[in-house]
């Protein structure tokens, strides 16, 4: 038998299924510098040992992003090596912090699954959960991805499309963040004056800085990640392709051509406040509904969004998402 | 109110005023190894624990310019956001080793202003100041930028143009170098045979080795400063103005067209021993007073320099700094 | 007498000399880290602290061609600054397990030289060798390189081709593999079920993921190991030379002319195993000899060969080692 990997196609997932996937990893220091280099994120618990202890963090925890990231890259050689489109996301929870040292490694159970009628492809639903070696969940997610068939004749492990939340509750946000001593928060070291009460819903902001991607970085953070989608790597083949290019992000969604990411393009992003809720047994911190819109090479001043059925060529994401703001 | 930050306006500054900088940030050896990877220094004492601690040190400190970037980094927000040129620095000094685990933070006084003929503009003089938590100072500088003004009929904030010296004196340096046990120091391991007395003033030295820079490089350079002048990162405002190009360096300086470096050009550097000077109290190194210039997509071996009023469009930066060097 | 470092060229050199090198360095979790973002290893033992403890390491060990690189770039302003050609590699070992906070030195001893006929270049052998402070060496090997003549008429330092080995033998492996706790060795987070025994002489695997290399990335990889070789860095000389590109690998061996490689270029590879051996008083592991062959711009899907004296263009390296497998 090759002991060449080919990944997992449609007809090879079975419902139920639980994967254990490969490449535990310690996450550095180093791996937050980089992560740094390759984002710029300028959080002031993530940057500052001493801001974090201040408020009650035992040092700076990992960026979120930076920790799903690494989860997300461990699923990709059992999950999606044989995806044609990334499809969604939901469900998404950070569920504990991580600190420079822990040791993540990842698993999905297979939770849904749903054959094309071109029999060609098949639609996976994967639950996928990072954890520390004691067991401590640090993030979950379903993420849904349609993946090609080896045969098309091969029958599928199972038909069973799962009922997925529109929106994360509230009331199960906060177990990533310990109680924070908001007395010594300072705003002004955290570069907002901004506090919860401070934000109302439909409140629009635009991020107003574009950042172009480089090859060299999108290529770079996904090493980082460890994660082994080809279409970031290979420009000989990308340029028999359909774009000619390798892929940064997109190029598919649901079916729908959505607007892909290649390099030389600029980033640009406004928010906008969705919602407003209380975190339960939390009276320090409150939860901000936000929906982030990305675009490429259009700048966001006007809010721009995909109108209706119609898909505005400049969007890119429409994230949608809570996050914790000090009172 | 927007929560959009558009950064000062020059008539958003008072003379005697106090800006605490946001994003306090502790460095880790993860900093250091991303600014090995971008610059490449090769310094003994930076490089090995080893060498540094036979020497005197608790351990490899953090090279002087990461500090400075750093430092400098974090003014940007507030300072020259709404920059169309930086004028100059002088009194910069380094004043204590800064190890992989401090952390720094940043505040700026400003100690002039100056508004323009034009009264679209003024320039700000501001003294920065790096620190670490216990109010250990690692650095200091003087810094003059040119910054908009939002409305022309706005009245400035002062009009007082500080004084400032020509050249740090070395009586006030060492502050950032421990006593040096100069018979442990490894000249072999350290690349170089040469002590403080082998260099004679007038001395020039040509670098040979040209480096050329690519997009990715600065934009990562700029994100690890966590700098976000907005110049660097996007290429498609910056197709729209004045270069079509993002801009790694210069393009201004003091009304005068400055040679910008743009992506793919080469740069090359040579020294020239300015003077030697003692530092009081230290008998086991000495100052050399150097100028290092750097020019663009052209070799140093003629040593060139600007000449006179008439710019050298190769020539990109003229650098008068001290260093100290083991007897 | 000028300052400017000129390399040595090969009448400097003298068999029997041992040259110790300059910039002593202490390898951290960044150095790991970035290494990690521009090469992609998924090595479970280098990956995870928690995974190498359980099988035997105090933590996880750095990356071997990591640690190779990094002895190597020590040895570029001795050696090498001068070369026209790197014509090979023998008899490199690895010798003794690097972990995040050793500090790495180099030295090399001058074990043959070899005038051209010309009198214009001639070639140098060296075993190189790279230490930790208490004298365990971490890895040695033998390269040979041809060195430009500063003055054709000078006499060469001496006249003798070591004999060097074949292959490595396997009865010298293992030195830096601790005894492996094979039973706690988890091959689902590993990534690979196979073990020494599941492997045949013969045996040809496709690695069929080819990566593209970008110019940021072969420079920031060349500093991270503070390699000075100025063909990686300056494209306004490599655009009067030869091949008017910045060169990543190759472009001479031996006199013949070898496939170059440029950035935008995308890499490929297969491997064979050559032969199976027993490590003397190790009964955990075994050692696979490989033979590994990358192209540039072609799919290995065929595995493709030099084809005796005639180059395939698209074969860029062909590499013969050993690996300790887990029975």
């Known amino acids: 038998m090759s ?55 035992p040092c700076s925890p990992v960026d979120d992003l930076l920790v799903f ?46 054959e094309n009628s071109s029999r060609k492809t098949g639609i996976v639903f ?42 994360v509750l509230a009331s199960t946000l906060g177990d990533a963040c310990p109680r924070i001593d908001v007395a010594s ?37 996904t090493r980082l990640y460890q994660n082994t989608a080809r279409i970031h790597f290979d420009q000989f083949s990308a340029a028999q392709g359909r774009f000619g290019r390798r892929l940064i992000y997109g190029g598919h969604n649901g079916g729908r051509h959505v607007s892909p990411l290649f390099a030389g393009s600029t980033v640009f992003a406004w928010s ?6 209380e975190v339960p047994g939390r009276d320090e911190v409150g939860a901000l509904r936000l929906r982030t819109v990305a675009t490429k090479d259009r700048s966001c001043a006007d809010f721009p969004l995909k109108a209706g059925e119609e898909d505005d060529p400049a969007v890119l994401l429409d994230l949608d998402y809570w996050v914790l703001m000090p009172r």
């Not at 510098?33 to 009650?56: E, K, M, T, W």
């Not at 999606?80 to 600190?99: D, E, I, K, Q, T």
């Open 126 to 167: 994967v639950r996928s959960t990072g954890c520390k070696p004691d067991g401590t969940k640090v993030l979950e997610y379903v993420r849904w991805v349609m993946v090609r068939k080896r045969d098309e004749a091969a029958p599928a492990g199972g038909d069973h499309v799962p009922r997925l939340p529109e929106a």
């Open 185 to 221: 928060y300072d705003f002004t070291l955290a570069g907002s004056p901004y506090r919860f009460g401070d934000y109302q819903v439909g409140e629009k902001i635009d991020h107003v800085d574009g950042v172009t991607v480089e090859e060299a970085e999108h290529q770079i953070a």
């Open 272 to 277: 906008e406040v969705l919602s407003r809720a």
């Open 69 to 114: 990231h690494v989860v997300f890259g461990k699923t990709v050689p059992d999950i999606s090596l044989n995806a044609v489109a990334n499809l969604g996301y939901a469900a998404c929870r950070v569920l504990s912090p991580v600190y420079p040292g822990d040791t993540l490694s990842a698993e999905s159970e297979v939770i849904g699954l749903k």
């Open 3 to 57: 002991k060449t990997g080919a990944g997992n196609f449609f007809e090879d997932f079975r419902i139920g299924e639980v994967i254990r996937h490969a490449t535990p990893r310690t996450i550095t220091v180093g791996d937050v510098a980089l992560y740094n280099g390759l984002f710029g994120p300028r959080f002031a618990v993530q940057s500052s040992d001493v801001f974090a202890r201040a408020i009650g963090y």
